[in-house]
């Protein structure tokens, strides 16, 4: 009986919502690229940048919460630091991320894609059942970065519209991500309660 509450505990989810605050980030980040790609492309380096500092400040916060609660607590907290240097250095210079942001978006978007597949398998191993749609949207954010290294000839209008649909690809992991951290959580505390009352 003791392993088994311990079991339900670890499903237990802190701060669920700062995965959903993440993925409306990237959205909102997405949609500004479809709509308006000449204006975001010019404003592309500044938005990125404090766009991955504050995503990083919130991915940190997430894995520091729960590291007692998430086995896969540790990607979380990795691309968390990884967002918050790469916003730092890209925030105190901006003349390098004008030159190098179609590349640094490449890679970060490979590393996210990347970390959403190990994500997925963390979910499947938890029981959700919508970690096949985390895996996919996984592949294709790292298919996405690809796109942008392989073509960057193809013109940055092409490097802006494949920019934003990996950030659209992400921001839908990461809010249908937050749901289900959301249900983990609420289970953990009806189990909780149950188990007070016995």
Known sequence: MKSELM???????????????????????????MFQPVDAFVALSLV???????????????????????????WYLACGILDLLIGIVLICLPQVAMAMVPLL???????????????????????????????????????????????????????????AFAFLFIGIFRIMLSFDLKKLKDNSDAFRKKMETL
Request: charged share 10%; proline share 1%; glycine share 10%.
């Open 105 to 163: 978006i490449a890679f970060w978007l490979m590393f996210r894609g990347f970390s959403s597949i190990g994500f997925a398998i963390d979910l499947q191993h938890y029981g959700s059942r919508n970690w096949g749609w985390y895996l996919a949207f996984g592949i294709l954010a790292v298919l996405c970065s690809m796109a942008v290294i392989v073509i960057p000839a193809a013109g940055a209008l092409t490097a802006v519209y494949i920019t």
């Open 48 to 74: 990125f940048s404090i766009c991955i500092f504050v995503c990083g400040i919130f991915e940190i916060l997430f894995a520091v919460t729960n590291k007692g609660n998430l086995s896969g607590w540790g």
């Open 7 to 33: 079991d339900e505990v670890r499903y237990s989810v802190k701060n669920w919502w700062l995965s959903l605050i993440l993925g409306i980030l990237f959205v909102a980040f997405a949609l500004l690229l």
